[in-house]
């Protein structure tokens, strides 16, 4: 049923740097594009989204980069703190249909 | 505000058992959708709802349905309970007929042992 692949599984950064998680997708159909933060015990929350007509988004320290003919998509977190340790997902969606990535296990280290 | 509120937060059942958990989406959203998330996975949706009528359903077997109430809250039942049925479950509300916008609970982990 994933339509939609995510890497890496697991990401150690240095307070202070980049993080990169990447993300493909399959369905051609698929309009909107979320990254969803999810900490231990908690649903996940919306962080930042893309549709397809747009090839970068940037919300505070977190841009999508997406590339639409490659049906690739990206998030990257500028400045990374010890905070944004969590787990992070990809999503792609087209309607009342949302398929998620399996999940990045991003660790900040002070 | 309230956000999304779910409970039980955990529940234990045996092979076999029926469960029902249930879902309170913000106020004034009329769309709650559920989602299936197993250890290390991401969540696998299961059926939206909006207006009190099914709008989707993702690949999961009869075992499982879902109703909406006139108070746009939800519950989702799962019948026969195998072990590989334990996850977290997750609901989620949006205003709109459509994914747009999700606020997610902190979802209902089961375990089936």
């Known amino acids: 049923q994933q339509q939609v692949k995510q890497s890496p599984q697991s990401l150690i950064v240095q307070k202070g740097g980049i993080s990169i998680i990447n993300c493909a997708y399959e369905?051609?159909?698929?309009?909107?594009f979320p990254w969803y933060q999810q900490f231990p015990g908690k649903g996940p929350a919306l962080l930042i989204a893309?549709?397809?007509?747009?090839s970068e988004k940037k919300e505070g320290r977190f841009t999508i980069s997406f590339n639409k003919s490659a049906k690739q998509f990206s998030l990257h977190i500028m400045d990374s703190q010890p905070g944004d340790s969590a787990t992070y997902f990809c999503a792609a969606s087209k309607n009342n249909d949302m398929r998620f990535g399996a999940g990045t296990r991003l660790t900040v280290k002070p | 505000d309230a956000g999304v509120t779910q409970s039980p937060t955990h529940l234990i059942k045996t092979r076999g058992q029926q469960v029902t958990l249930r879902c309170s989406p913000i106020s004034g959203h009329k769309s709650v959708s559920w989602y299936q998330q197993v250890l290390g996975q991401g969540p696998q949706f299961i059926f939206q709802?909006?207006?009190?009528?099914?709008?989707g359903r993702g690949n999961f077997p009869d075992r499982f349905s879902a109703r909406q109430f006139p108070n746009y809250s939800s519950e989702l039942n799962v019948n026969a309970l195998l072990l590989g049925d334990s996850a977290l479950y997750l609901c989620a509300s949006s205003a709109r007929n459509s994914n747009y916008g999700y606020t997610f609970g902190s979802g209902t982990r089961l375990t089936v042992v």
């Open positions: 893309i549709r397809p007509d747009v």
């Open positions: 709802y909006y207006e009190k009528e099914e709008r």
């Open positions: 369905n051609t159909a698929f309009d909107y």
